[in-house]
Every structure is written in structure tokens, then in C-alpha cells.
């Protein structure tokens, strides 16, 4: 069987990683500056000329992107992600279609990561497979037979979103007392500068926290109070057979995987209970690899209905 | 093509319905008193032969079974349902498949409803269908593409535990501030006779909300706004094409549906408004049929499995 070749990219705020699969494997990768400043046009330029030197004399099968959303990965359009200014229903896969004469997929960072984790990750092998990352803000992705459960509008697993509390704080256009306004990196630092703790990172309030030291305790135990509520509501929901917790936050602080077991299932069902894995992530740069496996999935899903 | 007969069963804490079908169609029925403080082993022997009545002549290809959890659907297991009592861990599946010698599958009553819904009813077509019932208690169901998700260990659906208030309401043994100690049937009349209300069901308290009593409208306003933030939360995590709305108290209430979609709509993403259908289940006897529905779709993946 002859070897296929795919694109996988990484779309962030800062960086913009474009990787060339030969099938499963990445076999080069080009890493450059997002400049969201610089607007669409000049970034859309900048991904097309990466791609075209990346694939070299190959011939490529599709292009999948995972990147921030809001995006609606139906049409392939990206909304207004509040990292990139300008973007404003830019029907990106259209654009790349058209120039490379491949299909084009696009998904949101979180659930192109779950998929990574799904099939090659801490998750490899499961039924259910929901993807946590705790960094700057709070997101999910939701896999099941290693596959992106997207839902009706591209919003499966955008749980940020979620009411843990009944507290009218206030985080970005999200609801009072939502999970990304109570728990995640951002409102860690809040919380903390509130209480006059000298801090840049989340992590050093869960140093102090180890340290004894009284504010950052509570503040840590709120947090993981919030966040165990919130995978507790997921978990009533889709009963994943793993948690799989990513992103800055998660990952710089020891334990953080079992200690959050631990405090999540004080609020499921004793019948749940040891049922549900929950484990760091795996893989420290699922981005391209999620987008080849999206778009590759996507493409065989196609030709398989055309067979059909 | 030979038509094939399966058994569908509704196993409810008053009646049990035992349903005959000749493929799709039920084509005869038994309902009789579940009689469950009499135990598991003379309602089973009582089961037993109300389907050996039923089948008569036929040749019956499984036997399909929802009743209220908890049970473990794997393993075929009832656990030990509040209003069952001296069921322990009962094999259910096993006793049934040893005597009638055919394959026999349980599920949770919500979700043999959703999977009803899904196939026949008001999701019939869709992707992802949530059903909720609301009536004594609170209780949900999961399809994705006509099938039902049963989660790691069957809990999937299990909405009824889901924390939506800070409020320390207890409610059973489920967690303070859950879903269904706030929004349940049962919680609103509790609420209603602590106003002095003098009321018997809980759609008594919506009439008296419509009729401007001060009370009653309280009591209204807040537990549809706490199923709104139970919907929120679902609508996160699973984003699914439609909510069916079913149970004793979504069905006493006029405009039920569209009143909560209005309301659970305050409480997503912007750019989900609009795509998540809220509406009114079309079924009003789900059990047997998604009962039969379970069975047949699990014999038909073994078979499918094998010819591979």
C-alpha cells in the first residue's frame, strides 16, 4: 500500500505549528509566529506559503486545523475567536480547499487535542474519552470511538461555559459562576492578587498552598471544589470511561490528576465511583497530530459513504 | 423476508407491560401490577410467565428490558432501584436469557425513552438527542445516531445528581443543590406546601403561577430556571440537535418545551442559540417499544461483529 501524506496544523494565539504526515507519522514540521495583529490576509499567507514548502514535491490528501474557537466546523468557518482580531466569519477550509485542491477540516484546539490523547495518548483503547485542559481559561473536547463528538453547533465540550456556582462572578462574556470564571488559571490570579499573594503563575499559588499558607489554600480548595463540580456534571452527562486533564495549569502542578479523582468523586454516584479514570495528558503537543487524525478520519468517511 | 418477534418489557415500580413484536410493531401486550414488595423472586417467576403467554407460538429472538436504575447495563445486573425493594444485585439478563434461551438486554427506563424518542418520536432523524424527563424525579437519556450511550458503567443520562444551586438542599442521598432536589416534581411541591399552598401535584403550582399567586410563581421561576442551568450544562458538554422534554410535569404544563427553551437559552454560547431544538416528547408509552429497540440493535451488532 502506498504511503499518503497529510497536513496537520496547529493554530494558536502565538504560534502556528504546520506539520507534513506521512500516514501517522510527522515527518516535518514549520513553526512561526501567529502575528494575529497582522489580520487574516497576511496570516491565511503565511499558513498557505508554510504548507506549500512543508509538502515539498508531494502530493497531500487533505489539510486538517485545530485552533481556537468560536468556529463552526460544519462550514469550516471561523467565527471570532477573541485571541485573533479580525476574524470574523472567515471560511478558512473554503479558502484552503480552493488552493490546494484537497479537503480541508477544521476543529477547535480542545477537541482535535482529546483526539490526539483518544487514539495516541492517555486515552488510547477507550470508549469514552473527555479532554480537560486547565490553562488560561477552561476547555473540553468529548471523543467516543476515537472520534470528535462535535454536537449540533461545533459546542460539545465547550464547558467553560457550565454554572458551578451560585456566586455572581463575573469572567469574559461567560455566565455568573461559570467554570473558566472559577476555576482556571485566570481567576486563580485574581483570586490570589485579591488576597495580596505576589504571584505571576497559577502554580505558585498551589506552591504556597503547599506551604501552608492560609489564602492560597482556600483559594486553591475553591478551585478544585468548582472544578470537581464541573466534571462531576460531565460525568452525569456522558459517564466517560477517563478524564483526561491537559493544559498549563494541570500540568505544572504535582498530583494534580488523582488529587482531582479524588475531590470529583465525592460528588458522582457511589455506583460511578472507581469507574471513571482520570489521568494527565500524554502527549505535549497534540495539535498537529489531532488535525492530521481529523482530517484523515473525515476524508476515509467520505470514500467510505461513496462506496456505499 | 421472515418476520421476526422480540419482547419488549417496561419494568416499572407500579405496572409492568410485557409487549409482543413482530419486527417493529407491537402486536400484543400484558400490563399487570408490579407488586414489588413482594419481592425479586415472585415478580421475576411473574415476568417469566407473562412472557411465556405472550410469545405463545412464536419463536422470540431477545428479550429487551428498561427500568428505573440503578442497574449495570454491562453486566446485566439490577442494582438496587429505591422502589424495588429486595433487589440486590439481582442478575436479571442471566436468569432470563438461562430460561427462555434467547439474548436479553437491560437499560435505565430514560434511556430506553430516549432511544424510543430518538427512533420514532420527536428526535427521530436527528444526531444527538437528550432526553429529560421530569416528573417525581429527574432523569435523562443519551442517543447519538439512533443508539443509546450508556457510559462507563451505565451512568451516562444520570442528570437527576448534577449541582445546580449552592443552596445545601438535600434531596435523597444526591449531592446538595442537585438538579432534581431543585427542580424535581417532588421539590416543588415540597416547596409549594412550605409557602402553604394547598397542593397535590406540581402542575397545581404552575396553574397558580399563571393565576399571579405570588408564592407559586416564585417557586415556578425557580425551578425552571435550575433545570435551565441543568440544560446549560448538558448543552455544554454534549451540544445535542434537540432536548425531548417528557415525564408527569413537562407533560401537565402547557408550552412547557418552548418556555424552557427560552429559558435554558439565556445560559449558552451565543453562537448555540437557535441550533438546539427544545420539544415536547411524541411518545407517550417509550418503554416497550425502546426496550425492543435495545434488544434488537445489541443482537444485530453481536451478528454483525461475527460476519466480520
Not at 494575529?36 to 490528501?61: F, L, S, T
Not at 466534571?231 to 493544559?247: E, R, S, T, W, Y
Not at 479514570?277 to 482530517?295: F, N, R
Request: net charge negative.
Amino acid at each position: 500500500m502506498e504511503n499518503k501524506y497529510w497536513i496537520g496544523i496547529d493554530f494558536g494565539g502565538t504560534n502556528i505549528r504546520v506539520g507534513l504526515f506521512k500516514e501517522d507519522k510527522l515527518i516535518h514540521e514549520n513553526k512561526f509566529l501567529t502575528e494575529a495583529d497582522r489580520g487574516p490576509d497576511y496570516i491565511i499567507e503565511n499558513i498557505k506559503k508554510n504548507i506549500q514548502i512543508i509538502k515539498g514535491v508531494h502530493d497531500i490528501e487533505g489539510i486538517g486545523i485545530g485552533m481556537p474557537g468560536p468556529i463552526d466546523p460544519n462550514k469550516g468557518v471561523v467565527l471570532s475567536p477573541v485571541n485573533l482580531p479580525g476574524w470574523d466569519s472567515i471560511p478558512l477550509t473554503d479558502i484552503l480547499t480552493k488552493y490546494f485542491e484537497v479537503p480541508c477540516y477544521i476543529e477547535n484546539d480542545c477537541n482535535v487535542a482529546a483526539l490526539a490523547e483518544s487514539l495516541e495518548g492517555a486515552g488510547k483503547g477507550l470508549n469514552i474519552v473527555f479532554y480537560i485542559t486547565v490553562s488560561t481559561g477552561v476547555g473540553g473536547g468529548l471523543c467516543i470511538n476515537g472520534e470528535i463528538v462535535s454536537g449540533a453547533s461545533g459546542s460539545a465540550g465547550e464547558i467553560a461555559n457550565i454554572i458551578v456556582s451560585d456566586k455572581p462572578v463575573k469572567h469574559s462574556f461567560l455566565n455568573p459562576g461559570s467554570l473558566e470564571g472559577m476555576a482556571s488559571g485566570t481567576s486563580i490570579i485574581k483570586l490570589a492578587k485579591k488576597e495580596g499573594l505576589n504571584v505571576n503563575h497559577a502554580h505558585e499559588v498551589f506552591r504556597l498552598a503547599d506551604e501552608n499558607n492560609k489564602a492560597a489554600k482556600e483559594i486553591i480548595d475553591s478551585v478544585m471544589d468548582h472544578l470537581a463540580r464541573g466534571m462531576a456534571a460531565i460525568a452525569h452527562v456522558i459517564d466517560p470511561n477517563i478524564f483526561i486533564l491537559g493544559g498549563g495549569v494541570s500540568n505544572s502542578v504535582a498530583n494534580f490528576a488523582p488529587n482531582m479523582k479524588e475531590r470529583f468523586e465525592q460528588y458522582i454516584y457511589p455506583t460511578m465511583r472507581g469507574k471513571i479514570q482520570v489521568k494527565a495528558s500524554q502527549l505535549s503537543e497534540p495539535g498537529m497530530l489531532g488535525a492530521m487524525y481529523l482530517v484523515k478520519q473525515k476524508v476515509k468517511n467520505i470514500n467510505s459513504k461513496e462506496v456505499l
